[in-house]
């Protein structure tokens, strides 16, 4: 067994169930069940017994102990985190919390429980730490990609969380020797997004007849990677990745944001057509910035290619059209998160 935290969440959700479709492995899902986390996206597991759900924070040591004590995971893979800039934004705390004093809270837990298990155990135990490329900070126009060399320069209060709980887990496997691995991400879409961030924002508002909201001059540039390619990287690293090592995970896809808005509106004018005959991009409004916006990321995935085998299935053009489609054949799951507080927090970050 292996135990993910977070799974109930976009990315952790899709490894879930790319996991239990390549394997028979079962699958204890610790997630806390924030705004962002939903069961839903875990519908078709109900009543597979590989997949064991429980609700919980990886802050809650008691609870992480006797988890870890109770099923033997052979490896724990870490998805818990905020993870939207906008909101480390408005709101920090919640970030410093989950994802610095979480992680802390959780490699403690981890730590003991490695050291009681036996060397055989030990040996091939694994905690895998899933981060992002935002910890890198923001490129020049012409700058080579982010490569795991790159030094960290963090720019928002999510980025420096995530940049702190990076060092924990390098600190853990150095001092403790902990045997971690740690992957660095670029900007992910697909199924079961949350519609706050770019992608299913844009899919959800056009397709209820609101403004795009397109921050600045929306040349701000990102890395694409299609969640499903995500998760195969994962399952990659943690099958065969050197103990406390570094990966980058990108998509080879660099892109502006005002690009990918035009490309979605394109989709949805072949799939779902305006009424009215006119293009999605009638909707498009450009917003104030905001502050900090970093202007580009890029991901040097080169070092899992050459040491792993590992490169994305997914370019951007069929991973952007598979999820606009899967967008338009689930509106009942898009129905179903956009609750009132979600209703608010859009008004009050694009008003």
Aim: net charge negative; charged share 20%.
């Amino acid at each position: 067994m292996i135990l993910v935290t977070g799974g109930a969440g976009f990315i952790g959700a899709n490894f879930v169930l790319d996991w239990l479709a390549q394997h028979d492995e079962p699958v204890l899902n610790l997630d806390k069940l924030t705004y962002a986390g939903n069961l839903e996206s875990l519908a078709t597991l109900k009543g597979d017994a590989r997949h064991v759900f429980v609700q919980g924070d990886i802050g809650n040591s008691e609870l992480v102990s006797g988890l870890l004590v109770q099923y033997q995971p052979r490896a724990v893979v870490n998805f818990a985190a905020e993870s939207h800039v906008d909101r480390s934004i408005h709101g920090p705390e919640d970030f410093i919390q989950t994802n610095i004093v979480g992680t802390f809270r959780l490699l403690e837990s981890v730590r003991a429980y490695w050291g009681s298990l036996g060397q055989t155990e030990q040996a091939t135990f694994r905690f895998l730490h899933v981060s992002t490329d935002e910890v890198y900070g923001s490129l020049a126009p012409l700058a080579p990609a982010f490569t795991e060399q790159h030094r960290y320069e963090p720019n928002s209060p999510y980025s420096a969380s995530k940049a702190a709980s990076d060092h924990l887990v390098r600190a853990y496997h150095h001092t403790y020797g902990l045997p971690v691995l740690t992957t660095n991400c670029s900007n992910n879409y697909g199924p079961f997004h949350f519609p706050e961030k770019l992608i299913p924002l844009m899919i959800v508002n056009a397709l209820a007849g609101k403004p795009l909201p397109v921050y600045g001059d929306g040349m701000q540039i990102r890395d694409w990677l299609f969640v499903k390619d995500h998760a195969s990287a994962i399952r990659r690293v943690l099958a065969d990745g050197k103990v406390g090592e570094v990966y980058n995970v990108g998509g080879w896809n660099e892109k502006p944001n005002v690009e990918i808005v035009h490309t979605i509106c394109d989709l949805l004018d072949q799939l779902r057509p305006r009424s009215d005959g006119k293009s999605y991009k009638a909707q498009i409004t450009f917003v104030k910035d905001r502050p900090g916006h970093d202007r580009r990321y890029a991901i040097d995935a080169g070092k899992l290619e050459r040491e792993l085998g590992w490169k994305p299935a997914e370019t951007f053009d069929t991973g952007i059209r598979k999820t606009v489609q899967w967008y338009l054949d689930n509106p009942d799951w898009v129905a179903h998160v956009q609750s009132g507080a979600y209703r608010d927090w859009i008004s009050t970050q694009y008003q």
